[in-house]
């Protein structure tokens, strides 16, 4: 596999239900961020990972839970969720800081989404 | 924080023909601007970007241009074709220490009638 990958690719599930999306880029990058795309909404950051640290955390509800246990892995992890989550969570990753002699900022690659439908 | 907007919401046009999407941004920190297109069911895809050190790119059928005094940057492209009919989306840099934190427009879907 190549570029960044995202399992389950579709996911239905229940507001009782406990899931966890998975993502792992395979292009040596050490940032990975989760977004949520909603129909005729923007593209919305939910969590930033640097270096394996959270920097960023958009003020998503707790019901959404990130965790990076290594640089090529990032989960998003679901429980008791709302009809309203449903959207597809893309996965991203970049080099940051860039490599030297490059420049300051980097393309985020992203992964093919998980389209999640909450009943 | 960054705010980004973008027009048209949709916009068809027909082959040959040009397309421009306008972006909006209210950070006048911001410093980096992609271009993402995405194809319907496909993941977004840096298609261009800019730094604020310039004020115009050109990648053979798409440019961009950069006016940071009035904090607006443009996606133009030139010939259209059908295989341009995608959703493009404008983002914008909010500056963080460590990650790029891209906040993005609303998208644009282009269509283009052959």
């Known amino acids: 596999e190549t570029g960044v990958t995202q399992t389950p690719r579709h996911l239905v599930m229940g507001m009782t239900n406990k899931k966890s999306l998975k993502c792992e880029q395979h292009?040596?990058?050490?940032?990975m961020y989760w977004y949520k795309q909603s129909a005729k909404k923007p593209l919305e950051l939910m969590f930033v990972?640097?270096?394996?640290?959270?920097?960023e955390n958009n003020s998503v509800p707790s019901r959404f839970s990130p965790e990076c246990p290594n640089s090529s892995h990032l989960f998003l992890h679901l429980h008791t969720l709302q009809p309203e989550d449903s959207a597809l969570y893309l996965c991203?990753?970049?080099?940051?800081?860039?490599?030297?002699?490059?420049?300051?900022?980097?393309?985020?690659?992203f992964g093919p989404g998980t389209r999640l439908t909450v009943l | 924080g960054e705010n980004v907007e973008q027009h048209p919401s949709t916009l068809s046009v027909q082959e040959g023909d040009s397309a421009v999407i306008k972006c909006t941004y209210s950070?006048?920190?911001?410093?980096?601007f992609p271009w993402y297109k995405q194809e319907l069911g496909k993941r977004p895809q840096l298609i261009i970007d800019?730094?604020?050190?310039?004020g115009e790119k050109k990648d053979q059928r798409i440019a961009v241009t950069l006016n940071k005094t009035a904090k607006h940057f443009s996606l133009h492209i030139t010939e259209t074709q059908p295989e341009d009919s995608a959703v493009y989306f404008c983002?914008?840099?909010?500056?963080?220490?460590?990650?790029?934190?891209?906040?993005f427009g609303a998208g644009t879907i282009l269509r283009v009638k052959s």
């Open positions: 991203a990753s970049s080099q940051d800081p860039p490599l030297a002699g490059g420049p300051r900022y980097n393309e985020q690659f």
């Open positions: 292009l040596g990058h050490n940032a």
């Open positions: 990972y640097s270096l394996e640290e959270r920097v």
């Open positions: 950070d006048s920190a911001s410093n980096y």
């Open positions: 800019i730094r604020s050190n310039v």
């Open positions: 983002a914008a840099i909010s500056d963080m220490e460590y990650g790029n934190k891209l906040v």
